[in-house]
């Protein structure tokens, strides 16, 4: 029997959603059943970009006069514009009655993130985080090997992103933020650490800025206690020069009381065990055909996530990544702020 097409609307046409677009029309290509049937972003020139780009017609610039034109006929929308509108978007959207997608990081504050996690539920709408780091193919094998038992209990483990990328001609907005590597890119880091060794107790952080012709801090270095008694390191720059520049690759090594993993540059990851022996993977994303370099890891997540949100609405199963998760990401992000003005380490909140 055929499936019914799941139907959404996309909210922000900017940089990023463009990858977006392409997953979800891959997704429908491969008789997935989803369709993106409108558009909005308040910037006209933007919607006409996508509105040709995508071929769909139904094209607003406010997300009011989208949800009255399709009222009833959205299953959900994906919100993939920045942070500020989310705490009027999502409310909108749950308002509706559609199920909501919406970008890292999904509010700005965590009083914020609980308010939109209340209304999505009083509405009885899902809230689905859009946080990929962990659906990079390299890093979700890195994930599972762990989770297989492979190298027994973890003890110790780093998450580490270093590049040199200028990230701020494509996202200008990242140059201007008072809050930058953390709340941009520590997130992603964060959320894989939560992935691979689960909540975290405490944590502390230091941060400087190399560039001086940004706002924010664009290097962050954490220590992380898990609940399980694991500790992580995550550290993130921006500002690490390399001649061989691994961005948007995060490296990780985990040590466990059975043997060690190591997801090394350009997707390689041993498995070493407690005889001395070591099996090498390759862990290549497999490029969808739109994806460019260097972004073909971060552009294959946007398609495992989307695929993986779309199997889950189906199944009427929650995503990892749901709003009551992601809050507890973010709140690795507000303690770190925190731990690196007070030089104390922090106790991250936690959602109930
Ligand atoms: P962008 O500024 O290029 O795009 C945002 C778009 O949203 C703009 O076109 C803007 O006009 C539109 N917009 C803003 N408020 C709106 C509103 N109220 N109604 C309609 N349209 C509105 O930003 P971007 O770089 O595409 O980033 C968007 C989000 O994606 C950010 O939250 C960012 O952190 C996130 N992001 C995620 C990843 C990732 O998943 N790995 C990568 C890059 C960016
Ligand atoms: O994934 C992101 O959120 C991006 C980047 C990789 C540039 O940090 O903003």
């Given at each position: 029997t055929q499936q019914r097409t799941v139907r959404g609307a996309l909210i922000g046409c900017g940089f990023f959603a463009e990858n977006q677009m392409r997953a979800w029309r891959d997704l429908h290509e491969m008789g997935?059943?989803?369709?993106?049937v409108a558009l909005c972003d308040r910037d006209p020139q933007r919607l006409a970009y996508f509105r040709d780009l995508f071929?769909?017609?139904?094209?607003?610039?406010e997300a009011e006069t989208l949800f009255a034109a399709f009222a009833g006929e959205l299953d959900f929308v994906d919100i993939a514009t920045t942070t500020p509108s989310h705490a009027a978007l999502v409310p909108l959207a749950a308002r509706h009655g559609v199920d909501i997608i919406c970008q890292k990081?999904?509010?700005?504050?965590l009083e914020n993130a609980s308010r939109l996690i209340a209304q999505c539920s009083a509405s009885r709408v899902s809230l689905g985080i859009h946080e990929n780091f962990r659906w990079q193919h390299a890093v979700r094998q890195t994930i599972e090997t762990l989770r297989s038992g492979r190298?027994?209990?973890?003890?110790f483990g780093r998450i580490s992103y270093r590049s040199g990328f200028?990230?701020?001609?494509?996202?200008?907005y990242l140059a201007r933020a008072e809050r930058f590597i953390l709340e941009d890119l520590g997130i992603h880091v964060l959320d894989i650490a939560r992935a691979l060794f689960?909540?975290?107790?405490r944590l502390s952080c230091e941060t400087t800025r190399?560039?001086?012709?940004?706002?924010?801090?664009?290097v962050a270095t954490l220590m992380l206690q898990h609940d399980d008694g694991i500790t992580s390191v995550v550290d993130c720059s921006y500002a690490t020069r390399l001649?061989?520049?691994?961005?948007p690759q995060s490296l990780i090594e985990v040590d466990g009381v059975h043997g060690s993993l190591r997801l090394r540059q350009d997707f390689v990851l041993e498995i070493h065990d407690t005889g001395g022996h070591c099996v090498v993977q390759t862990v290549r994303p497999e490029p969808p055909a739109w994806s460019e370099s260097p972004w073909v890891p971060i552009q294959a997540s946007v398609l495992a996530f989307q695929a993986d949100w779309l199997e889950a609405y189906r199944q009427n199963r929650p995503i990892e990544t749901r709003g009551e998760d992601n809050y507890n990401t973010l709140a690795l992000v507000e303690a770190a702020y925190e731990a690196a003005a007070t030089h104390q380490s922090v106790i991250p909140e936690r959602w109930n």
């Open positions: 997935k059943g989803v369709e993106i071929g769909v017609e139904a094209a607003y610039t990081p999904f509010a700005g504050s190298i027994g209990r973890p003890f200028d990230v701020y001609a494509a996202q200008p689960g909540e975290v107790a190399i560039n001086a012709a940004i706002a924010g801090e664009d001649a061989d520049d691994p961005f």
